[in-house]
């Protein structure tokens, strides 16, 4: 894509038309203008996909096309364009219900009331727009990049940098008109991944200190302005040049997640041969709310690419490892049959069989999992509407006759629901939970009752199946191994598999249940248990989408 940023304004006034055109210009833009609908058409027609931004007036008083809008022009372009469209931007005076109605079926970024903003902000919100529509996720270019940084990096730290330095800061530099620096903290430090300020690059104390004033305010994603007093201490010299140069600059939250967190400083032009140079925090301002969606679009995507590869392969390999052992068990347990070194009747060849019959049960069920392509298709086949109560109840009723507990205090609120997903997948990633809390009964403090609370809640767009016990809470570095397989085995379960059950996993309680739920049914099981008051108890939420189709309504309460 060019490095210029093309604009194309439609305004019949040409004292606003003209004025706006030649500050563009006059800004490094490729700024064409239209008084009329003809002369638009005339301009998309050899522009075409390299507008990036159209400014339209909404009541052109063109004589020929006296009932066409703004909006309505906007729509014809969009339709020239439909893969990558332009970014559309309202610039009128007037403000009649049926305009907005228009601006809004043309998905119009912004509408913009003349004479309420400078031309300069005007020109903000272009800069921002342009630089929206440079990372567009549906841009055919960016998304083979995207894949390919994805396919390269090893590492979340290693493709988020990747994105940074190929695809943000490209982009940046022609749409922001001012000097900006990208920081990138992992569990290192935080580091200047892309930059044209001059900024020292690599790993810095002084880039760790700024980053943490940028997100100390956890909720807030407002621009945030660099205040050097608010550091302790005096800074070496290293750090005080740092801190020269991002003098009266601002700061804007893109991404935090999977440990990492990156913002964007907005600095201060140095050139003092710049002519009008911008204001960072007018336009960081305006930038801050087109912006954030799009880099976030782009993290998420290379980043999900990266965790599905890695989960695909641990599934993969985790499958042979069950099948192979599983398998070579029942081949040793058959040979000490045949040689009458083991009497069949055994206590100890139906413990070592039944192990043997879940490895292998487990192993075939990863084995389906791993293939992703199978696993979209069953996710597109009709399923079964399953009562999640049913299932929570029948979970209960296996866990009580399988485990040798006392009594389990259970609690159940909220309104259950239903979903469409496969009853048995639900049975086992219910029950996998439940046994993991039902062997937490010895390291509940004070009380020998084991208390378990299921919560049914809907909320944006989800309903979620919450989990929670009275345990003494592992601690955080445990905790993140939770759903890994091999890390939490089960310890002393009365009751193993029987040859033809469907329950596998006994052995990898939550990995299957994970598994299962985030590969083959697209939904969410998390710990929060930090979320939880003081350091008693863990929590799990299941969770899964409405779907347009109702994957997700409420139950009938029984006895209604």
């Known amino acids: 894509m060019s490095a210029t940023k093309t604009v194309l304004v439609v305004e019949n006034e040409e004292l606003i038309r003209s004025s706006l055109v030649s500050a563009l210009k006059f800004r490094g833009f490729d700024a064409a203008g239209a008084p009329n609908v003809s002369e638009a058409h005339r301009l998309v027609d050899k522009m075409g996909q390299s507008i990036d931004v159209t400014v339209l007036d909404m009541r052109l008083e063109d004589p020929y096309y006296p009932n066409i809008t703004g909006a309505d022009l906007g729509i014809d372009i969009l339709k020239a364009n439909p893969k990558w469209p332009s970014e559309f931007l309202i610039f009128s005076g007037y403000t009649q219900p049926d305009y907005y109605d228009a601006a809004f079926r043309l998905r119009t970024a912004a509408y913009i009331v003349k004479g309420t903003l400078t031309q300069d902000d005007l020109i903000r919100h272009i800069r921002s727009l342009a630089l929206r529509r440079a990372l567009n996720v549906d841009r055919e270019d960016l998304g083979k990049k995207i894949e390919k940084i994805a396919a390269t990096s090893h590492t979340a730290n290693a493709a988020a940098i990747e994105v940074c330095q190929q695809v943000l800061e490209p982009e940046t530099r022609a749409c922001l008109g001012l000097p900006y620096v990208f920081l990138l903290s992992d569990s290192k430090g ?306 193993m598999l029987e040859e033809g059950e469907d329950r596998p996993g006994l052995y990898l309680p939550l990995y299957l249940a994970k598994m299962l739920v985030e590969v083959k049914n697209k939904g969410l099981l998390e710990d929060r248990s930090d979320d939880l008051e003081g350091k008693i108890g863990h929590c799990f939420v299941i969770s899964f989408p409405v779907t347009e189709k109702g994957a997700l309504t409420t139950e009938t309460p029984r006895g209604s």
């Open 190 to 495: 935080t580091q200047n991944c892309g930059s044209d300020a001059g900024l020292p690059t690599g790993y810095d104390p002084a880039y760790e200190q700024v980053q943490d004033m940028v997100f100390r305010r956890v909720n807030d994603t407002d621009p945030v302005i660099f205040q050097e007093e608010a550091f302790e201490g005096a800074p070496d010299e290293k750090a005080r040049k740092v801190y020269e140069k991002l003098g009266g600059s601002v700061f804007l939250r893109l991404f935090a997640t999977q440990g990492l967190r990156l913002s964007i400083g907005i600095l201060r032009a140095d050139d003092e041969s710049v002519l009008l140079p911008e204001d960072p925090g007018k336009l960081a301002r305006i930038l801050n709310s087109y912006l954030r969606p799009a880099v976030i679009g782009h993290l998420f995507n290379v980043l999900s690419t990266i965790e599905r590869a890695k989960r695909n392969t641990l599934l993969e390999h985790t499958s042979r490892f069950c099948l192979y052992v599983g398998q070579t068990q029942l081949d040793v347990l058959n040979e000490a049959i045949a040689s009458k070194e083991i009497a069949p009747e055994s206590p100890y060849f139906q413990k070592l069989k039944k192990l043997a019959l879940d490895l292998r049960a487990t192993g075939n069920e990863f084995s389906q999992l791993s293939d992703i392509s199978a696993a979209s298709e069953a996710g597109e086949r009709k399923l079964p509407s399953v009562a999640t109560a049913d299932v929570v109840e029948q979970a209960l009723r296996e866990i009580k006759e399988q485990f040798p507990v006392g009594e389990i205090a259970l609690e159940s609120i909220g309104q259950p629901f239903k979903l469409e997903i496969e009853r048995n997948d639900l049975l086992v990633v219910v029950l996998r939970i439940l046994q993991w809390m039902v062997q937490r009964q010895d390291k509940i403090p004070g009380d020998p009752t084991l208390g378990i609370r299921i919560e049914y809640r809907r909320q944006e767009g989800r309903g979620e199946i919450i989990f929670t016990d009275r345990s003494r809470r592992l601690s955080n570095p445990l905790r993140k191994k939770l759903f890994e397989p091999f890390t939490q085995a089960t310890t002393s379960p009365s009751a």
